[in-house]
């Protein structure tokens, strides 16, 4: 990412993987790829603009054959957001791998790392990312497609280090007895690979397309919540954000919430006027509110005032959108975690800004929030800041909703 550490034994390790001939896995056969070639641009969930990535050499993938004989084809791609370090590494890789350009020496590296972190708050992020496709056939026998994708928030060089970790710790509490050189694919298991990242900011997203897949278009929810997060969610929970699932008990047709919160505005003329334009909610200690969800409409009722949005998700984050898309928000979805790992809730971090279509960065707004679950799992304890690093803070609001039965 942007700000990750980048000693020169990290890059020295990096550059000589350019260029270097690996085995790829596609429609069945190994074929070959070359590191850092074979640009492209692709969207990542979390992220509202797209990376471009490059090939990956994955460990003992020649293996994978044997392991997964029902897997036909394995795409692994990363990269960092500055798009300048991308480029010259391709160059590089494609120097090399023409052996122009055979050993690079560590002036060259320091070089590259200099002009690569100028770069970086030019046109970078804090986000790195990777991702891993998988294409075959499932337990059943039928077609299926996996994506699973990481982003890391300047801790990315850790990512290579969690698998090692894990064997260490099960190897000292005698939990795994094996000896000598072998795969490791069956040591340890992807949850446990995730439960290493708490406290890390790292993060991972997995989408599981098949036939039956809703679209992005017709339940944006579906696609940003995730496998991994939306599986934890507390069923009736679930069906509010995503009414089209079915649900055992009496929720049915058009999901509504209703609940207190306490609304406040910003002082000063400012943030009140901005918050003005945007029809924000005026201040109460303890205003009624009621949501209902019409398809990927929400119709928020803040006591007299009304609040109308619109979803969708688009180039990786839950795209949320005002007055005919006049401002919209980006948000990723993030599991909440508490005692033994369960999970509390998600948080709404806002990762892009929007007015008429076009990012606007460098307003500075924000609108980042969380959603905790009640115990009962029919209802949460919500609270969003809307902000602007210029007017500080326009409205927030926190309290209780439950939901309702549709003829409530």
Same mark, same amino acid.
């Given at each position: 990412?942007?700000?990750?550490?980048?000693g020169?034994?990290?890059?020295q390790?990096?550059?000589?993987t350019?260029?270097?001939?690996?085995?790829?896995?596609?429609?069945?056969?190994?074929?070959?790829r070359?590191?850092?070639?074979?640009?492209?641009r692709k969207?990542?969930?979390?992220?509202?603009?797209?990376?471009?990535?490059?090939?990956?050499?994955?460990?003992e993938?020649?293996?994978?054959?044997?392991?997964?004989p029902?897997?036909?084809?394995?795409?692994?791609?990363?990269?960092?957001?500055?798009?300048f370090?991308?480029?010259?590494?391709?160059l590089?890789?494609?120097?090399?791998?023409?052996?122009?350009f055979?050993?690079?020496?560590?002036?060259v590296?320091g070089?590259?790392?200099?002009?690569s972190r100028?770069?970086?708050?030019?046109?970078?992020?804090k986000?790195?990312?990777? %991702?891993?496709?998988?294409?075959?056939?499932?337990?059943d026998?039928?077609d299926?497609?996996?994506?699973?994708?990481?982003?890391?928030?300047?801790d990315g060089?850790?990512v290579?280090?969690?698998?090692?970790?894990?064997?260490?710790?099960?190897l000292?509490?005698?939990?795994?007895?094996?000896?000598?050189?072998?795969?490791?694919h069956?040591?340890?298991?992807?949850?446990?690979?995730?439960?290493?990242?708490?406290?890390?900011n790292?993060?991972?997203?997995?989408?599981?397309?098949?036939?039956?897949?809703?679209?992005?278009?017709?339940?944006?929810?579906?696609?940003?919540?995730?496998?991994?997060l939306?599986?934890?969610?507390p069923?009736?929970?679930?069906?509010?954000?995503?009414?089209?699932?079915?649900?055992?008990?009496?929720v049915?047709?058009s999901?509504?919430?209703?609940?207190?919160?306490?609304v406040?505005?910003?002082?000063?003329?400012?943030?009140?006027l901005?918050?003005?334009?945007g029809?924000?909610?005026?201040s109460?200690?303890?205003?009624?509110v009621?949501?209902?969800?019409?398809?990927?409409?929400?119709?928020?009722r803040?006591?007299?005032?009304?609040?109308?949005?619109?979803?969708?998700?688009?180039?990786?984050v839950?795209?949320?959108n005002?007055?005919?898309?006049m401002?919209?928000?980006?948000?990723?979805?993030?599991?909440?975690?508490?005692?033994n790992?369960?999970?509390k809730?998600?948080?709404?971090?806002?990762?892009?800004?929007?007015?008429f279509?076009?990012?606007v960065?460098?307003?500075?707004?924000?609108?980042?929030?969380a959603?905790?679950?009640?115990?009962?799992?029919?209802?949460?304890?919500?609270?969003?800041?809307a902000t %602007?690093?210029?007017?500080?803070?326009?409205?927030?609001?926190?309290?209780?909703?439950r939901?309702v039965?549709v003829d409530?």
């Open positions: 990412g942007k700000v990750s550490p980048e020169i034994s990290t890059l390790s990096f550059f000589h350019c260029g270097q001939r690996f085995s790829g896995f596609e429609k069945g056969k190994l074929v070959n070359f590191g850092s070639l074979n640009l492209r969207v990542f969930w979390g992220i509202p603009n797209k990376r471009v990535v490059s090939d990956c050499d994955v460990p993938l020649s293996l994978f054959p044997k392991l997964y029902s897997l036909e084809t394995v795409a692994v791609n990363a990269g960092v957001e500055s798009t370090f991308m480029y010259i590494t391709s590089i890789a494609s120097l090399r791998k023409n052996n122009i055979p050993e690079i020496s560590k002036n590296i070089f590259v790392s200099s002009i100028i770069s970086k708050y030019i046109t970078g992020s986000f790195s990312a990777m %991702s891993i496709h998988l294409k075959g056939k499932d337990k026998n039928n299926a497609d996996v994506l699973w994708s990481l982003h890391a928030e300047t060089p850790k290579a280090a969690i698998p090692v970790a894990i064997i260490a710790s099960l000292a509490s005698g939990k795994l007895n094996v000896k000598g050189a072998r795969s490791c069956d040591l340890f298991t992807l949850d446990q690979v995730v439960q290493e990242f708490a406290g890390l790292i993060h991972t997203h997995v989408i599981k397309s098949d036939a039956m897949t809703p679209t992005k278009e017709e339940y944006p929810w579906y696609h940003g919540f995730g496998d991994n939306r599986r934890q969610i069923p009736r929970i679930l069906f509010f954000h995503e009414p089209y699932k079915s649900c055992e008990d009496d049915i047709g999901p509504k919430c209703i609940g207190t919160l306490k406040e505005r910003g002082i000063g003329l400012l943030p009140n901005a918050a003005d334009i029809f924000l909610p005026k109460h200690p303890a205003t009624e009621k949501v209902e969800v019409r398809g990927r409409e929400w119709l928020r803040f006591g007299k005032d009304y609040l109308v949005s619109r979803w969708d998700y688009k180039d990786g839950m795209r949320e005002f007055h005919w898309g401002i919209s928000f980006g948000f990723q979805l993030l599991p909440v975690y508490g005692r790992n369960r999970l809730g998600f948080a709404h971090v806002c990762r892009q800004v929007w007015i279509r076009i990012p960065p460098f307003l500075g707004m924000t609108a980042d929030g959603t905790l679950f009640h115990a009962d799992g029919k209802g949460w304890y919500v609270c969003v800041c %602007s690093k210029y007017v500080g803070k326009m409205v927030s609001y926190m309290g209780h909703v939901l039965a409530e």
